[in-house]
């Protein structure tokens, strides 16, 4: 995979550039987070103009059907802003389900629509005391003349309260196997509860009683649930990591201009050497996640399931501890300013503390990596 940037991935970077610095300010980005407000259908309208979100759809159903190294870059300009929208779980997550799995009335029903920004799917999975584990699913989906019935909780729906649907996972008839099943936003049964998180985001609580679903509505079959499921949070996880290495890049230079204006003794905080030798270990930290993510990304073409386990896990664990470190001592290094909610400094560090949990902990990734050994 070549990583180089070509003429069109730069051009696509240029511009999403300039969307963030004249459409994307923080000021709006920061006043609508406070307002609960995760998703702006003018800023979703735009980033699917520009392609951003059908980027890697086949160009069958209205996408760019380009590769995870466009995405790479895409979700690292994304990262800089801390784009609130549901880019990864609908445009990444949803759509690569339904383009490996999906049968191709789903395909046609979801997927032109997902890419041109006209409706929003998310992932269902997580569910109370279950710690990530999707097999430990005890949602269940019992057959009737009509589909199925599902019942059961879901727990930290990312942008649950704007999706159109949700892919959510369920026992099959109190067996093991695992399905996948689209259930519309307003199925009759279906109860959505929407929340704020600390990094300025929105999640949802699920609570299905009854909700009867169509036999269409399963995606692949019925025992392909976790494979699909799988393929979505692999890929969820390749953009996870690039976002969270462009976060990084942004708040190393917020901080360096800091360092550069900020006044101590007659001279720039930044002539003094101990702080130099803090933003040094803090470049290093964001290169060593920047590597990662490229990683993570070539990790997505890996044909052997254990080694593209391993490579993703490998990079969630490194990108979520280079990010918790830059966003720390980014703060520190703005002094007592830091931890005021004045500076932009702080909502970096929230984000950045929060790519930790999404998609498995470090202590999941670390035992997860250490089972694809095994295996």
């Not at 949803?94 to 409706?119: C, H, T, V, Y």
């Not at 995606?219 to 990084?248: F, I, Q």
Request: charged letters at 25%; proline letters at 4%; hydrophobic letters at 45%.
């Amino acid at each position: 995979m070549d990583f180089n940037y070509s003429e069109e991935q730069q051009m696509l970077a240029d511009s999403l550039r300039r969307f963030v610095d004249t459409e994307y300010t923080f000021e709006k980005r920061r006043r609508r987070a406070r307002e609960g407000a995760s998703f702006d259908p003018e800023i979703w309208t735009m980033l699917a103009d520009m392609g951003v979100i059908g980027l890697t759809v086949p160009d069958g159903y209205g996408g760019f059907g380009e590769g995870p190294a466009s995405r790479l870059v895409v979700q690292r300009e994304l990262g800089r802003a801390l784009v609130l929208e549901p880019v990864i779980p609908s445009g990444v997550m949803a759509a690569e389900m339904l383009n490996a799995f999906g049968s191709p009335a789903q395909k046609d029903a979801w997927l032109l629509a997902i890419a041109s920004g006209k409706r929003i799917m998310t992932a269902a999975w997580l569910e109370p005391g279950t710690r990530y584990r999707p097999e430990a699913t005890r949602a269940t989906a019992q057959r009737s003349k009509d589909g199925y019935v599902l019942n059961g909780v879901k727990s930290l729906v990312w942008h649950g309260e704007a999706a159109d649907a949700m892919l959510v996972t369920a026992k099959l008839d109190g067996g093991n196997d695992i399905g996948l099943f689209i259930v519309p936003r307003h199925a009759p049964g279906l109860t959505v509860t929407g929340y704020p998180t600390m990094d300025g985001l929105r999640a949802a609580d699920l609570k299905l009683e009854g909700v009867v679903v169509r036999e269409d509505a399963i995606v692949g079959g019925p025992s392909d649930g976790l494979k699909a499921l799988a393929h979505g949070l692999d890929h969820g996880m390749a953009a996870l990591c690039a976002e969270a290495a462009g976060a990084m890049e942004r708040v190393i230079e917020i901080t360096a201009e800091y360092l550069r204006t900020r006044r101590q003794f007659g001279q720039p905080l930044g002539a003094f050497q101990a702080l130099q030798h803090r933003m040094a270990d803090m470049l290093v930290q964001k290169e060593l996640a920047l590597s990662m993510a490229y990683v993570a990304a070539q990790a997505l073409d890996e044909c052997d399931p254990a080694r593209r386990r391993r490579m993703l896990s490998a990079a969630k664990v490194t990108v979520a501890k280079a990010g918790r470190f830059v966003g720390q001592q980014a703060v520190q290094l703005h002094g007592g300013m830091g931890m005021t909610d004045e500076l932009e400094v702080g909502d970096y560090l929230k984000r950045l503390t929060m790519f930790d949990p999404l998609f498995g902990d470090s202590d999941y990734h670390v035992a997860r990596y250490g089972e694809a050994m095994q295996g």
